[in-house]
Every structure is written in C-alpha cells, then in structure tokens.
C-alpha cells in the first residue's frame, strides 16, 4: 500500500498544500491516497493481526528529486515547436509538486503491509 500523509505533527495541511496535493493526485491520475494513521486503523479494524508500518520519506527524496531535475532539463532541451502532451504536463507537474512537498516535509512516504491470521 502507499499512503500520502501531511505533516506527521498532525496539523493539517494548509490550503496550498491541499492544492498541491490535489494536483499530484490529478496529474498521476489516481484516487486519492489515504493518511499513513488512517490505512492503519483500517486494517486494524479488517482484522489484520500483523501490521509493519515504515517511513520511507528519505529514501524517496533522491528518486524525486532526480526525476524533477531531469524534467527541468528536458523543457530546457526541448525545442519550442515540439512542446509536449497536456498529459505530460500534468504528470510532470504531480511529480514535481511531489518532490518538493516530500523535500519541504509536507508530505511522507510509507510503506505498509499486513497479514491475515488464516
């Protein structure tokens, strides 16, 4: 599973962030991702017995971060007449919002999986 959290402080996200939020979500077109806290409850609640839960914020910042410098460099290189599908405009604007919520500690990143008794 793969959650997106705010600030882990829970303070909620500020209008902006919500917005940059919104728009990752838009641009990688996918259902919105639920808070870390509230999959884990759910799964509590389902029946789950063994849960593991990590943080993986750090580890993804590298990754993001280069897939954002590398968009930058790609408009760069890219001649004016070739400009490139509304789709990828929204899908590299999702990944460059995320980066830098990732990097500015708006969002988290974790990783969750669970077992069933049998």
Partial sequence: MQTLEGFTSGVPMSEEQETMHASTQYGWRMP??????DVLATLKEAGFKQIWEQ????????????????????TFLMPPTALPSQASLEFMEATVN?????????????????????
């Avoid at 919105?32 to 806290?37: A, C, G, Q, V």
């Fill in 55 to 74: 943080e993986l914020s750090s580890e993804a910042m590298p990754a993001t971060k280069k897939l954002r410098e590398r968009w930058k460099l790609f």
């Fill in 98 to 118: 995320y980066d830098q919520g990732l990097q500015g500690g708006i969002f988290t990143y974790h990783f969750i999986s669970a077992a069933r008794p049998a």
């Fill in 32 to 37: 919105p991702l639920e808070p870390w806290r």
